[in-house]
């Protein structure tokens, strides 16, 4: 079957502690994304990637990591999180190219206390 | 960068009636435009998207136009159910995506 998935699905921490949110994709697609969902402000785009190697800031980078080692995997990385960043994240991705269409992991639910 | 502004942020019809989202966006490079359905407690999931070589796209009861001059695009759904309640997301692409805010509709049985 193809799909995004993300782990862990809920989280709860505390601020400075650092955390790594898993994405795997099983459809070869080169095109991968983190998103963080908060009320009032639809998605926002953190890092996106448009392959192996390559990585680019999305609209909110700041507190995040990414790496994209190889083609399935892009974790999310909060090297020291703040409450500021309790969200609902979601991971994507689609072909790249002219294949646009984005399929999204199930989301992670991350509280920073 | 892109910005997207989306509206209502809440809409309200009766059932059979018909809803419609309005975007906007700056950047004149996005060429592809998707839209999103979101129910409560899960993930996005295309509903439909066009390209910015096309002015307008339709499956089924959902519609999507496009006009690239005025650099807006527009959600379209006839005959509305109760099950089309959800909240919708528009979006503008060029490298990265940009969302709208979001649309709470509420279908009225």
């Known amino acids: 079957e193809a799909q995004v998935t993300q782990n862990p699905r809920y989280l709860i921490t505390v601020t400075g502690k650092k955390l790594t949110v898993t994405c795997s994709q099983n459809?070869?697609?080169?095109?991968m994304s983190w998103y963080r969902q908060d009320p009032g402000l639809g998605l926002r785009q953190i890092y996106y990637s448009m392959n192996v190697e390559v990585t680019d800031k999305g609209d909110v980078p700041e507190g995040y990591k990414v790496s994209r080692k190889e083609k399935r995997n892009f974790p999310l990385i909060l090297e020291s999180p703040s409450p500021n960043q309790t969200s609902l994240y979601f991971c994507?991705?689609?072909?790249?190219?002219?294949?646009?269409?984005?399929?999204f992991g199930p989301g992670t639910r991350l509280t920073v206390t | 960068g892109e910005n997207v502004e989306q509206h209502p942020s809440t809409l309200s019809v009766q059932e059979g009636d018909s809803a419609v989202i309005k975007c906007t966006y700056s950047?004149?490079?996005?060429?592809?435009f998707p839209w999103y359905k979101q129910e409560l407690g899960k993930r996005p999931q295309l509903i439909i998207d066009i390209r910015s070589n096309v002015g307008e796209k339709k499956d089924q009861r959902i519609a999507v136009t496009l006009n690239k001059t005025a650099k807006h695009f527009s959600l379209h759904i006839t005959e509305t159910q109760p099950e089309d309640s959800a909240v919708y997301f528009c979006a503008a692409n060029g490298n990265q995506f940009y969302f709208g805010t979001g649309t709470s509709l509420t279908v009225i049985p």
């Open positions: 950047d004149s490079a996005s060429n592809y």
């Open positions: 994507a991705s689609s072909g790249g190219g002219s294949s646009y269409e984005q399929y």
């Open positions: 459809m070869n697609h080169e095109y």
